[in-house]
């Protein structure tokens, strides 16, 4: 799509900017929360890029596995500040959701592990 064009009716969005599955709620966090979390990704985001130059310039495969599992961490460490933030809100607003099935819950934690 060109800058001029608009999306049609019938134009898919992209996935970044694709609305929630239908029946989800919509994440909020707390402005504390939502600072940490965003931090923690721009940190991982720069780490990336990091490992992408450490790459190109042909660095030492420790010192590249080094960097991969601090990013991995940082992103772990998000994934579950993200369920925690969720299951809080999931709690609070909708005790009795099927959103709160344990099994569900489970799933999203270990999609972690």
């Not at 009716?9 to 707390?30: K, Q």
């Not at 495969?61 to 992103?75: G, N, P, R």
């Not at 925690?84 to 609070?92: E, F, M």
Request: hydrophobic letters at 45%; one cysteine or more; glycine letters at 8%.
């Amino acid at each position: 799509m060109t800058k001029k064009e608009l999306p049609t009716a019938h134009s898919e969005p992209a996935a970044a900017e694709a609305g929630p599955a239908v029946g989800a709620a919509a994440l909020h966090f707390a402005p504390d929360e939502l600072d940490s979390v965003l931090l923690r990704l721009k940190r991982a985001q720069g780490q990336i890029g990091g490992i992408i130059r450490m790459i190109e310039a042909g660095r030492e495969c420790a010192d590249i596995v080094t960097q991969m599992a601090a990013v991995s961490k940082a992103l772990d460490r998000v994934g579950f500040a993200v369920i925690a933030a969720g299951l809080k809100q999931c709690l609070t607003e909708d005790p009795s959701s099927e959103r709160t099935d344990t099994s569900s819950l489970e799933k999203l934690f270990l999609s972690l592990a």
